[in-house]
């Protein structure tokens, strides 16, 4: 008799695709364009404040449970100042080792064995992971590609709520396929969510990297959705500090204390330091986050544009910093192979969208390019890429 794996809940996942994919990229010398964190750190002055924060003797024993004070307090200010949306530093924000750890503590708080979770299909791939560990069931619904952009089918999400559906795991900007949901799509969303009495868990990642006007709303400012939202969102990806891991969720007290249950479990505390220096960076001027925007838009058209010529059927991204193709042009059909042999025939490494799928057919011709880095690698990866055409 065989035994049964030493981690049953989690043997279906094995290692992640990103350490396969960076070790292939180290052994080969390839461009690494799987991985999605910036080849270049964020602003100088955030840097400063979390070295100041070490020297101040700030964060450097454990904070509070909750983050401390100044950075919740920042927190809420952002979200008001952005979104409108109001929120007690105290009862409605807590802070986190990151979105990863948002998103894990609210899955074990929130989801009961046998809760069904509806994730956006292809998802990032922690949101399985945390579902399989928390012991409910992942119910995936399927983004397709639709005039070069890819869509959610409200008809398909409709029918895939069930009476045993607990909640909703969005993310907006969404990661791999760069589609950011429309305000009309989000409200229908909304709707269902009140109509069966859902919760929604919302992954807000990127909400600074949108383009072409392209507006991210929150669905916590979204009518009946403020008290059944748990909205996260993260310093790495809006600061170019992936390595901090200072997260947070914004949500209603009961459903912020119900987090906080999983998460003093978790990791009790983090990121004492680097919480100060967060706390700066969220009050920065908007010339900042105008000036992110502006530097990946123009990334994103060099790269887009680039794969474009060698071959790639691409799909623009109107936010995060990934670009989503189609191999197919390219006489390809499958783009895990496509991706293992990529370093050798042009010295590029990315990531196969299948990984992400559970009807892995469905993502088997997509692969994802990160463009979060140098301008002078990513013309380096854009002249290699074009031996494929
Ligand atoms: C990068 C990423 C995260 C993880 O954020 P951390 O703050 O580094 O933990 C979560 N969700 C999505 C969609 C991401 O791309």
């Known amino acids: 008799m065989t035994r049964p794996p030493l981690n049953r809940r989690l043997a279906e996942f094995g290692t992640t695709i990103f350490a396969e994919m960076s070790a292939l990229a180290a052994r080969t010398g390839a461009i690494n364009l799987g991985q999605g964190f910036p080849d270049t ?16 003797g700030r964060g450097n024993q454990y904070p509070p449970g909750p983050g401390v004070p100044e950075l919740r307090t920042a927190i809420a200010d952002h979200q008001r100042k952005r979104y409108g949306l109001e929120h007690d530093p105290d009862t409605e924000v807590l802070v986190t080792a990151g979105a ?7 899955l074990l708080a929130l989801v009961e064995p046998g ?18 560990m928390a012991g409910g069931t992942r119910v995936p619904v399927t983004l397709r590609p639709h005039e070069g952009a890819y869509v959610l089918d409200l008809d398909e999400l409709r029918a895939a709520v069930t009476d045993r559906t607990r909640l909703i795991l969005l993310n907006t ?34 909400e600074h990297l949108v383009f072409d006007g392209a507006e991210h709303v929150p669905i916590a400012s979204l009518p009946g959705m403020r ?45 004492g330091p680097f919480q100060y220096a967060v706390a700066e960076a969220l009050r920065l001027p908007d010339t900042y986050f105008d000036a992110l925007r502006a530097d990946l838009a123009a990334k994103r058209d060099l790269l887009g544009e680039g794969l474009a010529q060698a071959g ?45 799928y559970d009807h892995r057919e469905a993502g088997a011709p997509f692969v994802r390019f990160a463009f979060c880095k140098r301008t002078e690698v990513l013309e380096d990866a854009v002249s290699r890429l074009k031996r494929l055409a």
């Open 41 to 56: 750190d964020g602003p100088e002055e955030v840097r400063e404040a979390a070295v100041r924060a070490l020297r101040d």
């Open 100 to 106: 990863t750890e948002a998103i894990a503590a609210s």
């Open 115 to 132: 809760d069904e979770v509806i994730a956006l299909e292809p998802y990032y791939d922690s949101y399985a992971a945390c579902v399989a």
């Open 173 to 206: 900007p969404h990661n791999p396929t760069g589609t950011v949901l429309t305000r009309a799509e989000l409200t229908a969303v909304a709707e269902l969510a009140v109509e069966r009495d859902l919760l929604v868990v919302t992954d807000e990642v990127y």
């Open 227 to 271: 008290e059944r939202t748990v909205t996260i969102s993260s310093a790495g990806k809006t600061f170019s500090f992936t390595g901090w891991k200072v997260g947070w969720i914004t949500a209603s007290p009961e459903l912020t204390s119900a987090v906080r249950s999983a998460k003093q479990f978790l990791t009790y505390v983090s990121s």
């Open 312 to 356: 790639f059927e691409v799909y623009r991204p109107s936010g995060t910093y990934f670009v989503t193709t189609d191999v197919r042009p390219l006489g390809a059909t499958d783009g895990l192979a496509f991706c293992r042999s990529l370093p050798e025939r042009a010295g590029v490494v990315a990531i196969p969208n299948a990984v992400f």
